[in-house]
């Protein structure tokens, strides 16, 4: 809901101004942003926004880390601490960060090409260590910002620029990757299902070690065209027809066919040492003595301790 402010202009009549809500969260001057109409990333950034406040973590430890993309954009726009790096790297950065100041929330928000195809080597060895960080991986399929190559997210069967007869390669799972090895929490949603993409995404924030949150979400400007699958809405219609809510589901049955129904939910929720706690165990066991650099207790999102 947008928020109606008057101001008095000094000797003339008083001047009523409409903000949204989330204006304190975005930096104005770089807006109007570069997303297509109906593109799925606005919404994926509104629930970001509105997770960051009702997150546990305050405002000012929040990082955003960002590759380069239509979705490594996102970087740009959120008036908190942000980076945009360069391609497949926001994962290497955001560990750099963490390592650098524990305190910090760090927050990786970067599309499928850039975390699975050119950061994919980067992704399972954060994953492999519980590092302690939440990515959002906007997952449209297709390298968008560049005109719509196929990549190893992309479905078989689905037609890009340069897989014009359509692609005849097997896509990754992405849950399954992450959770095989060793994300501690995983999720998957689609820009369509805002209010549970808010909740994962404050369970994602809360949680300590590597939480990954997958979200479908319309390229209409060049994944829907070359494929014929219609507008933004038309999309958000298919998610809506096509998604089925399962929670707890084993990662390995998640995968996504084109056309196909998309299985949803929070996949894996688990406690498990995260780096620093290992690192910290490891260096205390070379100095002896304890070695703190985070401080908290050992806790995962659902409370479980
Ligand atoms: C090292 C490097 N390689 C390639 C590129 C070109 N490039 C820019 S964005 C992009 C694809 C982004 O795809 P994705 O991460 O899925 O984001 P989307 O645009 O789909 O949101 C590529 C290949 C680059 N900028 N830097
Ligand atoms: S090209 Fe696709 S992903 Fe990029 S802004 Fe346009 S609709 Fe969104
Ligand atoms: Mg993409």
Request: charged content about 20%.
């Amino acid at each position: 809901m947008s928020e109606l402010l008057t101001t008095p202009a000094p000797g003339g009549p008083v001047v009523e101004e409409e903000r949204h809500p989330h204006e304190p969260f975005l930096r104005m001057d770089r807006i109007p942003h570069i997303w297509c109409s109906t593109c799925g990333l606005g919404t994926v950034l509104n629930c970001y926004i509105t997770a960051i406040q009702r997150s546990s973590v305050p405002r000012a430890d929040h990082t955003i880390v960002s590759g380069i993309g239509c979705t490594g954009r996102a970087a740009g726009y959120v008036k908190i601490d942000s980076f945009h790096t360069t391609h497949g790297r926001a994962l290497p950065f955001a560990t750099g960060l963490k390592l650098a100041n524990p305190r910090l929330k760090v927050t990786v928000f970067s599309g499928d090409g850039d975390l699975v195809a050119i950061g994919g080597n980067h992704l399972i060895h954060a994953a492999r260590r519980n590092m302690d960080m939440t990515v959002i991986c906007v997952n449209n399929f297709n390298y968008a910002m560049t005109g719509g190559q196929f990549g190893p997210t992309t479905p078989e069967g689905a037609k890009l620029t340069t897989a014009p007869y359509g692609s005849y390669e097997h896509p990754f799972n992405i849950p399954f990757l992450v959770d095989s090895c060793g994300a501690t929490y995983v999720a998957r949603w689609t820009s369509l299902h805002v209010r549970e993409m808010i909740e994962t995404l404050v369970e994602a924030l809360n949680h300590r070690g590597f939480s990954f949150v997958e979200v479908i979400s319309p390229c209409p400007t060049v994944y829907a065209r070359r494929n014929r699958l219609g507008t933004g809405l038309d999309l958000l219609k298919y998610y809506h027809d096509s998604a089925e809510v399962r929670h707890g589901a084993d990662t390995r049955d998640v995968d996504i066919s084109f056309k196909g129904r998309i299985i949803v939910g929070r996949f894996v929720q688990r406690c498990k040492p995260t780096y620093l706690d290992t690192m910290d165990a490891a260096l205390g066991r070379s100095v002896g003595k304890e070695f703190v650099c985070y401080e908290g207790p050992m806790q995962a999102s659902d409370g479980r301790s």
